[in-house]
T-cell receptor, first 112, second 117 residues
Framework: DQQVKQNSPSLSVQEGRISILNCDYT??????FLWYKKYPAEGPTFLIS?????DKNEDGRFTVFLNKSAKHLSLHIVPSQPGDSAVYFC???????????FGKGTRLHILP | DTEVTQTPKHLVMGMTNKKSLKCEQH?????MYWYKQKAKKPPELMFV???????INESVPSRFSPECPNSSLLNLHLHALQPEDSALYLC????????????????FGNGTRLTVT
């Protein structure tokens, strides 16, 4: 049973425009959400996180929005740049638990 | 540059070999993790060490044997692996176990690409 779902395997966005990556989760006990970025031949790199007590967290060009009632979060990248082309993993964890559960990832292509 | 260092980057081994994967971090993190990642799939948790003690084993076969000699080092000993064990093995660390009020993100190494022949 997939607890963290990224339903779009890939997304193409024009350079300079906004990229929106979506993620849904099923477990209402999750209290911490993360986004990781992965380039080929490298390990995932932590990008941004949000606690369940917040609905928005911003860091430079990256903003994560959390809608707890819909069990949905999204990552906005604006403006999109060529270096943003990568696979983005949404992840979530339970309170008092080590396990981070990952979605299957969305491959983002930034078009010139 | 990643702050979590994994060696070797690539490893090819036969099914009767014994080999070890190594992971090192000097960020003072007290939780370390092994993940396995197959092609086009997300990382899957294998083991968690917290304060140098094994705290989670995700029902991993005994042909994978983790070891945490000290707070900076994490090894994964491999013996009698199968071809289906070929994958990218990722090490990660975090400041502490993810627990109430201390949710710290994972920092991943670049992985060891393992091929079992």
């Amino acid at each position: 049973d997939q607890q963290v779902k990224q339903n779009s395997p890939s997304l193409s966005v024009q350079e300079g425009r906004i990229s929106i990556l979506n993620c849904d989760y099923t477990n209402s006990m999750f209290d911490y959400f993360l986004w990781y970025k992965k380039y080929p031949a490298e390990g995932p790199t932590f990008l941004i996180s949000i606690s369940s007590i917040k609905d928005k967290n911003e860091d430079g060009r990256f903003t994560v929005f959390l809608n707890k009632s819909a069990k949905h979060l999204s990552l906005h990248i604006v403006p999109s740049q060529p270096g943003d082309s990568a696979v983005y993993f949404c992840a979530a964890s339970l309170n008092r638990d080590d396990k981070i559960i990952f979605g299957k990832g969305t491959r983002l292509h930034i078009l010139p | 540059d990643t702050e979590v260092t994994q060696t070797p980057k690539h490893l090819v081994m036969g099914m009767t070999n014994k080999k070890s994967l190594k992971c090192e971090q000097h960020m003072g993190h007290r939780a370390m993790y092994w993940y396995k990642q197959k092609a086009k799939k997300p990382p899957e948790l294998m083991f968690v060490y917290s304060y140098e003690k094994l705290s989670i084993n995700e029902s991993v076969p005994s042909r994978f044997s983790p070891e945490c000699p000290n707070s900076s080092l994490l090894n994964l000993h491999l013996h009698a692996l199968q071809p289906e064990d070929s994958a990218l093995y990722l090490c990660a660390s975090s400041r502490a176990e993810i627990s109430q009020g201390d949710n710290s993100p994972l920092h991943f190494g670049n992985g060891t690409r393992l091929t079992v022949t």
